[in-house]
């Protein structure tokens, strides 16, 4: 029986076993982390090696960079975590891994690890999209959560509303038709001088600024719930040149406090609408934008304001990690979906 062959008989199985340990590894940009979560909900261990510090010399992640750091590091992050588990790798029933969306490199690099794991260790390998993982990352921080809910997603590469009808059933509502809300975050702190990641930057800067500027812009798309940043930060950038050239004095605080009010105006007001819209009394945000203080500020008091109920990971689990990946995982297996085979390989983009 080839290895494939034996898998498949292995994952069918693990869909009626009553504990699942899944080990699951992340290498989409610049983060190296592999986790340990069993039945979707526990985690046994995260571990996740950040590449921050090195990529801030550079105002921004270096793709070649980041790939070869996660050589580097990957086999100690593997170690780090079956030892913070309390586990050994005989103790795990399937690999998975974040196959796209992400840098090319830095998802080859995990890909192949969790193959040749997978292979080694004779059990199936579950291949997994990094959008479904940080929806996953709200199982592990709320016990009590099941579909069907309403999804805001904002990270470093997505802005879009999903509905997920089931665990493994997604709908696209709407999305971002140019810049995702975390490139956009990225490209304004890096006009105003601010360090890399541009996020946290402008987030624990605008607590010191006023909405007090006015930017010549005009936000799109009123009557749906699709999304536009590109417009806003080109006009950010604008502001802040003309002042530059006409030797003009700005504050950095209230660029900062002001372009995050437009946005995080925005991204609460769409989701919602669009949960009013749709009839869903549960909102869930996802990805590395949702740790924004002013975010989840509004998100939450609108949310009450509407009678609907809002739920956001914890700090931890917003930006990138495995165990997000080993949570949804859990339930690709119960769905019976995801077994990928040998010849799985990295995709920089992937649909909803």
Partial sequence: MSYFEDAKVKFDALRTKKDVLILAVESSCDETAIALVQNGRKVLSNIVSSQIDIHKLYGGVVPEIASRNHIKNISDVLEESLKSAGKSLEDIDAVAVTYGAGLMGALLVG???????????????????????????????????EPPFLCLMVSGGHTAIIDVKDYCDF???????????????DKVARVLGLPYPGGPAIDKLAKEGKNAVKFNYKAPFHDTFNFSFSGLKTAVVNFVHNKQQKDEAF????????????????????????????????????????????LREKLSAKCEENGIKCFMPVLKYCTDNAAMIGAIAYYYVKAGIGLADLTLTAKPTVGI
């Fill in 111 to 145: 890909v192949n690890f969790a193959k040749t794991l997978a292979y080694a260790m004779n059990v199936p390998l579950i291949a997994v999209s990094h959008v479904h993982g940080h929806i996953g990352a709200n199982y592990i921080s709320h016990e009590e959560l």
């Fill in 171 to 185: 709908k696209l509502l709407g999305s971002t038709v140019d810049d995702s809300v975390g490139e956009c975050f």
């Fill in 251 to 294: 504050s950095k605080e209230d660029i900062a406090c002001s372009f995050q009010e437009i946005v995080t105006d925005e991204l609460s007001e769409k989701a919602v609408a669009a949960c009013k819209n749709f009839g869903q009394q549960k909102l869930v945000i996802a990805g590395g934008v949702g740790a924004n203080a002013r």
